[in-house]
C-alpha cells in the first residue's frame, strides 16, 4: 500500500509539473543592433520606461530590459549605420497611464505621431485602444498604446 500511494504522489506531482510547463510557442526575445548602445539603453530606460536586467555576455555590448513576465528586449551594439524601417515592422508596448507617457514625452521633446503620419497626434483604433507611434535613437518604430486586454 505504501508503495501504491508513493507512486500515486508521484504520478500526481509529475502531472502538475506537465501542466505547469509551458508547452506552447511564445516569445522570448526581441533584439535591436543599434549605433549607441548606452544611447538607445537610457531611451528604452528612461523614456520607455523598461527595466534593465542581468545579462550573461558581460562584453559592454549589450544591455537587456525586461519586457513581460518571460520576454526581454536586447540592445545589441555594433551597428554602423543609422537605417530606414517600416513603422509596420514594429514593437508594441502598452502604457498603464497613457496621458502621463504623452506627457512625459512632450516634457522631453521627443517626438511621436499617429498611425498616417501625423506629429503629435494620438490614433484611436475601431476598437477604442489609443495609439501613438515613435521611433528610438536608431530609428526603430515602436507602438505605444492604452490596450487592457
Request: proline share 5%; aromatic share 12%.
Amino acid at each position: 500500500m505504501k508503495i501504491i500511494n508513493t507512486l500515486f504522489c508521484l504520478f500526481i506531482a509529475l502531472s502538475m509539473h506537465a501542466q505547469t510547463k509551458n508547452t506552447k510557442v511564445h516569445i522570448n526575445h526581441t533584439a535591436v543592433f543599434v549605433i549607441d548602445m548606452n544611447k538607445t539603453g537610457e531611451f528604452y530606460s528612461k523614456i520607455i520606461g523598461l527595466e534593465p536586467i542581468p545579462e550573461p555576455f558581460h562584453d559592454g555590448q549589450h544591455i537587456w530590459f525586461k519586457t513581460g513576465e518571460h520576454s526581454q528586449l536586447h540592445v545589441i551594439q555594433g551597428s554602423t549605420q543609422k537605417k530606414e524601417y517600416y513603422k509596420n515592422q514594429h514593437s508594441c508596448y502598452t502604457e498603464p497611464d497613457f496621458n502621463v507617457f504623452i506627457a512625459k514625452l512632450r516634457a522631453a521633446n521627443w517626438p511621436f505621431e499617429d498611425v498616417s503620419g501625423n506629429k503629435n497626434t494620438i490614433t484611436t483604433r475601431p476598437d477604442g485602444i489609443h495609439q501613438i507611434w515613435l521611433q528610438d535613437p536608431d530609428g526603430y518604430w515602436i507602438e505605444i498604446n492604452d490596450d487592457t486586454y
